[in-house]
């Protein structure tokens, strides 16, 4: 059965500072892969999808089929990305996300 | 627009009881979505209706029901409530008929099953 990972329930770092948040899947096909964000007090969004290879608000996030894994990525963290992030994996009509990493970017 | 709506915002329901949920898309989305989030948990896949026909389903008991209307709103519905249905309840939409084509979220229905 599919299955997204995030082993991080919280995550704190420093403005200015690297950050990397994990997300690991299990699942044999070819993944669709998506962040979400939620910040305070809005809606749950999407951040970024693998297929688009884009980068969203400095993030990006590159899907390693060797390690199933598809880490968010950020050089440079500012205080407006303290949020919710979840990983989510799509397949066959059916939308797994994981259970979440609290970030907050302290000052 | 004001985005997807949900209603109501809040409600408490008693054991073995019924509730229904409801959810207006998007102007111009006909795929809507329903999720889910227990407390500390990421959203779980409920249903997917496009053009008013299901298309997907996730692993739910079949007390979950839900429709859409012609005017591509949904209900999503849920009999002989349970105390483990507490959970705040997510429609989303989209214009495609892919369920991951992008998603728009709404505010959500918190409910408590007493």
């Known amino acids: 059965a599919q299955r997204v990972t995030q082993p991080e329930k919280l995550l704190s770092v420093f403005k200015g500072a690297p950050v990397e948040l994990k997300c690991n899947y299990s699942?044999?096909?070819?993944?669709?892969l998506f962040w979400y964000v939620q910040y305070s007090r809005q809606r749950l969004q999407l951040l970024l999808r693998?297929?688009s290879r884009e980068s969203i608000k400095g993030f990006t996030a590159d899907l390693n089929k060797g390690e199933t894994s598809f880490h968010l990525k950020k050089p440079f963290a500012q205080e407006e990305d303290s949020a919710m992030y979840y990983c989510?994996?799509?397949?066959?009509?059916?939308?797994?996300f994981g259970a979440g990493t609290r970030l907050t970017v302290k000052p | 627009d004001a985005g997807v709506t949900q209603s109501p915002t809040h409600l408490i329901k008693t054991r073995g009881q019924h509730v229904t949920l409801r959810c207006s898309p998007i102007?111009?989305?006909?795929?809507v979505s329903w999720y889910q989030q227990v407390l500390g948990q990421g959203p779980q896949f409920i249903f997917q209706?496009?053009?008013?026909?299901?298309?997907g389903r996730g692993n739910f008991p079949d007390r979950f029901s839900a429709r859409q209307f012609p005017n591509y709103s949904s209900e999503l519905n849920v009999n002989a409530l349970l105390l483990g249905d507490s959970a705040l309840y997510l429609c989303?939409?989209?214009?495609?008929?892919?369920?991951?084509?992008?998603?728009?979220f709404g505010p959500g229905t918190r409910l408590t099953v007493t």
């Open positions: 209706y496009y053009e008013k026909e299901e298309r």
């Open positions: 989510a994996l799509y397949n066959n009509n059916d939308m797994r």
């Open positions: 989303a939409s989209s214009q495609g008929g892919v369920l991951h084509y992008e998603q728009y």
């Open positions: 693998h297929i």
């Open positions: 102007s111009g989305h006909k795929s």
């Open positions: 699942y044999s096909g070819s993944p669709e």
